[in-house]
């Protein structure tokens, strides 16, 4: 059985570009998105060049995990990709508690819908890293976030590991 992708944030740059690539090389693919930071363009070609292996939901993450059970049911990935995320360092700072929730709560009610035969891929930051002098940076670079967004890929990241230990995933 091919993979079956769950790709959130789908409709932005990076879920978009990856989306289309793993469509492309013959993935089954549901996409998800709220559009919050993007718009329907990409999900419109997905669906009309990928229309067999494209399935797509309208949903947000960070408030409904009751849509996004539904559509671990109904689709059965075997891997999730999870793109989505508010990411404007300065509006961040401005609007920090709209930050924490649709960052951090995306990723609390994904990983709510995990079990241990589904892969979990994150995008993190390299704002997690904050202002380091160490260049280049690697995985091992000190983690020092100097933004609220990069604090919420933090926190992600830690949930992530913690549930990671605890469902032996």
């Given at each position: 059985m091919k993979e079956r992708i769950l790709v959130t944030g789908a409709a932005g740059f990076i879920g978009g570009t990856?989306?289309?690539?793993?469509?492309?090389?013959?993935?089954k693919v549901h996409g998800i998105d709220n559009f919050s930071n993007s718009t329907?363009?990409?999900i419109k070609i997905f669906n009309t060049k990928f229309l067999?292996?494209?399935?797509?939901?309208?949903?947000?993450?960070?408030?409904?995990?009751?849509?996004?059970k539904k559509?671990?049911?109904?689709?059965?990935?075997?891997?999730?990709?999870?793109?989505?995320?508010?990411?404007?360092?300065?509006?961040s700072e401005e609007k920090p508690d709209l930050y924490w929730k649709?960052?951090?709560?995306?990723?609390k009610n994904i990983l709510q819908c995990l079990n241990s035969k589904i892969s979990l891929i994150f995008s993190s930051s390299a704002t997690v890293y904050g202002d380091s002098p160490q260049q280049p940076?690697?995985?091992?670079?000190?983690?020092?976030?100097?933004?609220?967004?990069g604090k919420?890929?933090?926190?992600?990241?830690?949930?992530i590991k913690e549930s990671s230990l605890s469902k032996g995933i």
């Open positions: 990856f989306t289309y690539e793993a469509l492309k090389k013959g993935y329907n363009r990409n067999e292996n494209f399935t797509f939901s309208k949903a947000d993450l960070a408030d409904d995990i009751s849509e996004l559509i671990f049911q109904k689709f059965k990935p075997t891997t999730v990709i999870h793109f989505a995320g508010l990411k404007a360092v300065a509006e649709n960052n951090v709560d995306s990723t940076l690697t995985e091992k670079s000190p983690i020092t976030p100097t933004s609220v967004y919420t890929k933090v926190a992600s990241e830690d949930l």
